[in-house]
Each structure stands twice: as structure tokens, then as C-alpha cells.
């Protein structure tokens, strides 16, 4: 199968090494070549599947043009999803073109059984989102806090997913992992945390419901190339393109 990817970067260098088919990168303009286009228009005829490798304004840029052409778009951007509106395009361009939009499962786990539990009620959900000071370099957090200099745990987010995804986009698409998920994007709490003692890329979600409740935490190494980011997040690219292929799925 041919596949394309947007996004050259930590994640999609990860996702290019262990993934077999992707022939074709979807570039910014200026950054064409061999295997690289600048538009839409310009992906082969043959192509039924893309992956978001890039962040936000690459979904909202290319999300709905690719789906309305019946290409399957996997994507790590889903605090994307938090603009309504957004949403909306891409749910409109996927049922217009027969195509499926895919929500990577990224740097969090447990969203089978936040999903799960969604169906019997779920009563609260909580985030926590924490990295080492270098996790949050060019986010929100640095006009907030003398990243550099932290000695101590330091809370510089408390709010709902949705404020977290919109403020944070290329900190925060596990907030919106569990949010769509489980309890939405206005009733899930989230609070981000820049820990110079943290052990890696630290996600907790405590969820109650109708089902009993459940604590999930992973501490999950960064990439080499980008401390924001988790490895988990491109394995988890890799595994959805590998889960489709397979005649038994989990
Ligand atoms: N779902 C999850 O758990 C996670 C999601 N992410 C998302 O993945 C994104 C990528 O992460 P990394 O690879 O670590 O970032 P990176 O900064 O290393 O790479 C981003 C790449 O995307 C390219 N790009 C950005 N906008 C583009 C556009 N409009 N058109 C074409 N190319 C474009 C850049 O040139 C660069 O090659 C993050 O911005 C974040 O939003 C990141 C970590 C975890
Ligand atoms: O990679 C991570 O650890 C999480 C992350 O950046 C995000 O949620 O956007």
C-alpha cells in the first residue's frame, strides 16, 4: 500500500523508520523534491492513506482536503479537534469522501476503557500532564515560569481539555486523547506541571463512573530529537497503520 505522510520531524522521522510504504511527504511550500509535494493535489491517484506527523495548523490545513478525496488520515494533532469548528469540517470532509479519520492513540494508554466507560456514565475525569523544563520550552509555560531556573515541581496550567489543547498545541493532544475519549473537552480537567525531577514524559488520568474507577500513569521516554514529544506517540502512528492491515485486530 502507498502511504503518504505531513511532517518531518521527530515523530514522522520515527514513523518513516519503522513503517514500510510511505513513499510520499506532503511539504510546506518551497520544500519539494523527490518524494516530497507541496499540495493535495499533487499526491498520487493510488494513495488511500495519509499520516499527521506535523501538529495543528498541518491537520487544519490538510485534514479536510485529503479526507474529502476518500484518503484515510491517521493523526497525532488532536488537540486540533478542540476548535469546534474544526471538527466539524473534518467529520463533514471524512463523510463526504467515505474516508476515516483516525485519533492516534499517542503518549497515553488507557483510552480503550475511558471509552468503555463513557457508555455506562462517567462521573469525573482528571489529567496531569507532566515533563522536565525542556518538555516545555516554547510553549506556554516559559513567559510563566523561569524554565531554566526551576528547582521544584511547578504547575503552570489548571483549567479544562479544551483550554489546555487550544493553549498548549504541541504539548497538550494527550488532554484531548483523553477527552475525546472519555467525559469531552469541557468536562475533562486537566493541570500541566514542568518537574525538573520528572523521569520522562509523566501522563496520569484518574477517571470515576458508573464502572468503578481506574488511576493510569506512564512515564514515557522522549524522542531523541524533540523532549517534547514521547516515543510512544510515533509508536502509537505505527501501530494504528499496522493495526489496519491485520485480519485480527486488538
Ligand atoms: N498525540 C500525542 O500524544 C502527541 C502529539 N504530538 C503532536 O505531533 C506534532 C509533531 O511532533 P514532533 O514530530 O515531535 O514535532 P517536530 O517539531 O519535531 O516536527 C514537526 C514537523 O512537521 C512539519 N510541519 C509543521 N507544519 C507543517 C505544515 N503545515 N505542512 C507541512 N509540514 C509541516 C515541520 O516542518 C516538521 O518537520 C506536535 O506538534 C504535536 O502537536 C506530539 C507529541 C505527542
Ligand atoms: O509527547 C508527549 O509526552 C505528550 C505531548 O507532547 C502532547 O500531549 O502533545
Not at 72 to 84: I, K
Not at 215 to 241: H, K, Q, T, Y
Request: aromatic share 4%.
Amino acid at each position: 500500500m502507498t502511504i503518504g505522510i505531513i511532517g518531518e520531524g521527530a515523530i514522522g522521522r520515527y514513523v518513516r523508520a519503522h513503517l514500510e510504504g510511505v513513499t510520499v511527504a506532503l511539504v510546506r511550500p518551497g520544500r519539494e523534491g523527490p518524494g516530497r509535494v507541496a499540495s493535495v493535489d499533487a499526491l498520487p491517484g493510488d494513495l488511500r492513506l495519509m499520516l499527521d506527523c506535523a501538529g495543528h495548523q498541518a491537520l487544519a490545513q490538510f485534514g479536510p482536503e485529503i479526507l474529502a478525496r476518500g484518503i484515510d488520515l491517521v493523526t497525532v494533532s488532536l488537540g486540533a479537534l478542540a476548535d469546534d469548528a474544526l471538527h466539524g469540517r473534518l467529520r463533514e470532509a471524512a463523510r463526504t469522501g467515505g474516508a476515516r479519520l483516525h485519533l492516534a492513540s499517542g503518549a497515553i494508554g488507557a483510552l480503550d476503557a475511558l471509552a468503555a466507560a463513557r457508555v455506562g456514565g462517567l462521573d469525573a475525569v482528571t489529567y496531569a500532564g507532566r515533563k522536565p523544563p525542556a518538555g516545555w520550552r516554547g510553549s506556554a509555560a516559559e513567559p510563566v515560569l523561569g524554565l531554566d531556573a526551576l528547582t521544584a515541581p511547578a504547575a503552570h496550567f489548571e483549567g479544562t481539555a479544551r483550554e489546555a489543547a487550544l493553549r498548549y498545541p504541541k504539548n497538550a493532544n494527550v488532554a484531548a486523547a483523553v477527552a475525546l475519549a472519555g467525559a469531552g473537552f469541557d468536562a475533562t480537567r486537566v493541570r500541566l506541571i514542568a518537574d525538573p525531577d520528572a523521569p520522562g514524559n509523566v501522563h496520569e488520568i484518574e477517571a470515576r463512573g458508573a464502572f468503578g474507577r481506574f488511576s493510569f500513569r506512564i512515564e514515557g521516554r522522549a524522542l531523541p530529537d524533540n523532549p517534547r514529544s514521547a516515543a510512544l506517540a510515533a509508536m502509537s502512528v505505527v501501530a494504528a497503520v499496522l493495526r489496519r492491515a491485520a485480519p485480527v485486530g486488538i
